[in-house]
């Protein structure tokens, strides 16, 4: 396993599959999911069920399209978000493979990339962002996402983890 991780192509290959992953889901939930709406009068706001009251957790399918940010914030801002999100990526890229020094990062920031980037082509293909995987965690309504949000978050997830574990190395 430790040589997989540090097989140079494997960060393309963990982008390749994510962005595939996210963009056939989203694909088949523009094709085959209709658009839902917060006042839905079927399954919470009007999802396809998968599983409810597992533990407390619900979780469905809810077709849901987003114009900005995180929680479809700066919704209005479309076309500036797009280009931050562009120089965020481009950044991130080139840090990733300029100046990264620690091997063990390369993974995190390829999924963050990634996650950032099937975002973005979401634009050009749908003219928005196409969420469809939503939970209620006992009780508590979580924000529709998609995979790609789910890669951004392990990624930066996996660096924080480093990070605190380098410094508990140090000290």
Not at 38 to 62: A, D, V
Not at 90 to 110: D, G, M
Not at 111 to 126: E, H, M, T, W
Request: charged fraction near 15%; proline fraction near 5%; include cysteine.
């Amino acid at each position: 396993m430790k040589k997989l991780f540090q097989n140079r192509y494997f960060p393309f290959i963990a982008v390749l599959c994510v962005l595939l992953s996210d963009g056939l889901s989203k694909y088949f939930t523009q094709l085959y999911i209709p658009l839902m709406h917060r006042y839905g009068f079927w399954y919470p706001y009007g999802g396809i069920p998968i599983f409810k009251n597992f533990f407390g957790i619900e979780f469905s399918i809810s077709h849901q399209i987003n114009n900005g940010a995180a929680w479809g914030m700066l919704a209005s801002y479309q076309i500036p978000l797009l280009y931050f999100r562009i120089l965020l990526i481009s950044f991130l890229i080139l840090y990733a493979c300029l100046f990264n020094r620690r091997p063990e990062q390369t993974l995190p920031f390829a999924l963050i990339i990634a996650g950032a980037l099937g975002n973005v082509l979401d634009f050009f293909f749908y003219g928005h962002v196409v969420d469809m995987l939503h939970f209620v965690f006992w009780g508590y309504d979580f924000p529709v996402f998609n995979l790609a949000d789910s890669s951004i978050f392990i990624g930066i997830a996996a660096l924080l983890l480093l990070e605190t574990l380098e410094k508990r190395k140090r000290a």
